[in-house]
Nanobody, 127 residues
Framework: QVQLVESGGGLVQAGGSLRLSCAAS????????MGWFRQAPGKEREFVAA????????YYADSVKGRFTISRDNAKKMVYLQMNSLKPEDTAVYYC????????????????????WGQGTQVTVSS
């Protein structure tokens, strides 16, 4: 079992930065792939970023590539999402996710791969 708790969301102006954190519990944290998804009002939940167990491989949605960075600290059981150059269209509830590893980037873009989800943290970007 893995429990995930996000923090770090808030209100920021366009062009600003936020850093989301995800604290995980459970002895098997380092064996899971970790990811971030987001859901805007009236829209489907969508993939943002994912990272493999070692942190050596990362995946990003095209919409955030070059602006967002995912990282993890297995010793602390933490996952982070550094978000720079934020845009109003980044406004959403951001969810931390954990699940088995996949073989390619397409796998991580699907909502079905995570086994565990956090409760979400709101990010609002004003124009």
């Amino acid at each position: 079992q893995v429990q995930l708790v996000e923090s770090g969301g808030g209100l920021v102006q366009a062009g600003g930065s936020l850093r989301l954190s995800c604290a995980a519990s459970g002895r098997t944290f380092s064996t899971y792939a970790m990811g971030w998804f987001r859901q805007a009002p009236g829209k489907e939940r969508e993939f943002v970023a994912a990272i493999n167990w070692s942190g050596g491989t990362t995946y990003y949605a095209d919409s955030v590539k070059g602006r967002f960075t995912i990282s993890r600290d297995n010793a602390k059981k933490m996952v982070y999402l550094q978000m720079n150059s934020l845009k109003p269209e980044d406004t959403a509830v951001y969810y931390c996710a954990a699940g088995p590893h996949g073989s390619d980037s397409y796998y991580y873009t699907q909502k079905e791969w995570p086994t565990y989800w956090g409760q979400g943290t709101q990010v609002t970007v004003s124009s």
